[in-house]
């Protein structure tokens, strides 16, 4: 059977080799089987390539590390003040007491509902929730707005129908030493989370009011 010969040109810029068509008399459709060779990238060209991917993968990874850190710390502390709100919030509500105590030597804090006369021990019946600080989350100290201080031991904030029985301020540290207050305000119940190391609105004594 006679057959037709038909050479493709081989394009040099690209470098594609194109095999022999040959085409049979009596078909509708041609036949071919086209085969393409392209060179690949060398040895050199792909660990450029590898080690720009690597680098980009490290600078992404230390950018979410730090969001990660900074979220963390945030978490943190927001559920610290949600706490010391829920409490408040609780015993206006109900007319029961709770206690927030926060524990600066294990760096974390609980809280519970007050149904023991013995207010020096804690009942596991009693807690609600307890929680532990991360490393970038440092309860530094805590002031009360009768002037007490410590930074070490435990610190108890009490609170029922009336109101808090003491205000203060629990003074917290992120990983870069920067400071943040929770402000427990027992005049007007408000807890608050400020930037830096505030001042305490301290209540005055009955004989330094002029009226």
Not at 83 to 107: C, F, H, K, N
Not at 128 to 138: P, Q
């Amino acid at each position: 059977m006679p057959t037709c010969l038909v050479l493709m040109h081989s394009n040099i810029v690209t470098r594609d080799a194109y095999y022999v068509v040959r085409v049979q008399p009596g078909l509708s459709n041609a036949q071919y089987a086209i085969r393409n060779t392209k060179n690949g990238f060398t040895l050199t060209e792909l660990i450029v390539v590898l080690s720009i991917m690597a680098l980009f993968v490290f600078w992404t990874q230390l950018h979410l590390f730090g969001l990660l850190r900074k979220s963390t710390f945030k978490a943190q502390v927001q559920d610290f003040v949600s706490t010391m709100q829920m409490a408040g919030v609780a015993a206006a509500q109900s007319g029961r007491r709770y206690e927030v105590i926060v524990d600066l030597t294990e760096q974390g804090y609980l809280l519970r509902q007050i149904i023991s006369p013995d207010l020096s021990e804690v009942l596991e019946e009693e807690i609600i929730s307890e929680n532990s600080l991360g490393d970038n989350c440092w309860i530094a100290y805590v002031e009360f707005d009768d002037g007490e201080y410590t930074n070490e031991g435990r610190a108890k904030f009490r609170v029922g129908r009336s109101g808090w029985q003491y205000g203060g301020k629990i003074v917290l540290l992120d990983e870069t030493q920067q400071s943040y207050s929770i402000v427990i305000n027992r005049l007007n119940r408000i807890v608050e989370l400020k930037q830096g190391d505030v001042s305490l609105l301290v209540p005055k004594a009955k004989e330094d009011v002029p009226f």
